[in-house]
């Protein structure tokens, strides 16, 4: 039996492997992540990913997709003609992670005696429940020490290790561009990365279908340009750190229009439901 830490590269799950590694020793123990490409995953993850490695002394496993270094959310989207697969779940999370952890599980583990342990926060119980539901009806056991009642750290500065760059201006270290996220997010993509910006317009035009949608149907990156970019003159910053309520109040006083009262983010900075 193997304690496999789905090790993402967020502050979280670097704080699970930690919790893990003291209370079971890292014998038994392996750190089970997916290389996803430069352009959407900022180095500096990769950077914290190694390193909390290393204080463990401890190699990383992956289980990539096949074009890993290549392959963008919005491509593997535009190859598949869609953005969603047919239970609605986001395709990009299926192509990049959860296919490649499938593939890992029926090779290296196909008879369920490993337990797997997530980041997922107290304040995340619709997370924590849906995942042991997925993987529990496929035979997997999952542990969540980050609602373990002995926990003994809560940063991983406690151990000199610095958190990704990411976090600066992001709640989570997602792709830049992430296919779930609100468009708090999106305004952050539209002012520091207009590559990827650009890229799904491109890809929305492919697919002929939008990313986001409101009670009305779908709506368009094109559609909202001109209103972020009178944000951008305006100053409104670039974030995630403001709450969306606060966020939205605040563009709506800096460029007085009223299209904000459209903006519904209760998705904004969700974690990418993914395998690790």
């Known amino acids: ?5 789905l090790h993402s590269g967020g502050h979280a799950s670097a704080l699970v ?42 190699e990383i496993t992956y289980a990539n997709h096949a074009k890993w270094d290549t392959a963008t959310p919005v491509e593997v989207c535009v ?18 992670k959860t296919a490649p952890f499938d ?34 009806a496929r035979g997997y056991k999952t542990e969540y020490p980050m609602i373990w009642t ?24 997602n792709c830049v561009g992430c296919l779930k996220a609100g468009w708090q997010h999106w305004y952050v993509v539209y002012c520091t990365r207009p590559d990827i910006w650009e890229s799904a ?9 939008a ?10 990156l094109e559609d909202k340009e001109e209103f972020f970019a009178d944000m951008k003159r305006a100053g409104v910053p670039p974030t995630e750190h403001i709450p969306p309520g606060k966020f939205w109040s605040m563009a709506k006083r800096a460029v007085k229009n009223q299209q904000i ?4 983010d209760g998705e904004n900075s969700k974690p990418c439901e993914c395998a690790a």
């Not at 039996?1 to 830490?5: F, L, N, R």
């Not at 492997?17 to 123990?29: D, L």
């Not at 598949?80 to 299926?94: D, E, F, H, P, Q």
Request: proline residues 3%; contains cysteine; negative net charge.
């Open 1 to 5: 039996m193997k304690h496999v830490v």
């Open 17 to 58: 492997a930690i919790e893990v590694a003291r209370k079971y020793g890292t014998e038994n123990m392996i750190l089970l992540t997916h290389s996803i490409a430069g352009i959407v995953e900022d180095s500096d993850i990769k950077r914290f990913r190694d390193e909390v490695a290393g204080f463990l002394g401890m």
């Open 79 to 96: 190859d598949a003609g869609a953005w969603k697969v047919g239970n609605g779940s986001i395709l990009c999370t299926n192509r990049l």
């Open 103 to 136: 593939a890992w599980l029926k090779e290296n583990d196909p008879d369920g005696q490993n337990i797997y342990y997530y980041g997922f926060e107290p304040s995340e119980p619709n997370r924590i429940q849906r995942r042991a539901g997925i993987l529990g």
């Open 150 to 173: 002995d926990r003994t750290i809560h940063s991983v500065e406690e151990v000199g290790i610095a958190r990704p760059g990411t976090y600066s201006q992001f709640k989570h270290a």
């Open 201 to 209: 317009k491109a890809g929305e035009l492919e697919i002929g279908y």
């Open 211 to 220: 990313i986001h949608k409101d009670a009305n149907g779908p709506v368009y």
């Open 261 to 264: 009262d459209l903006f519904t």
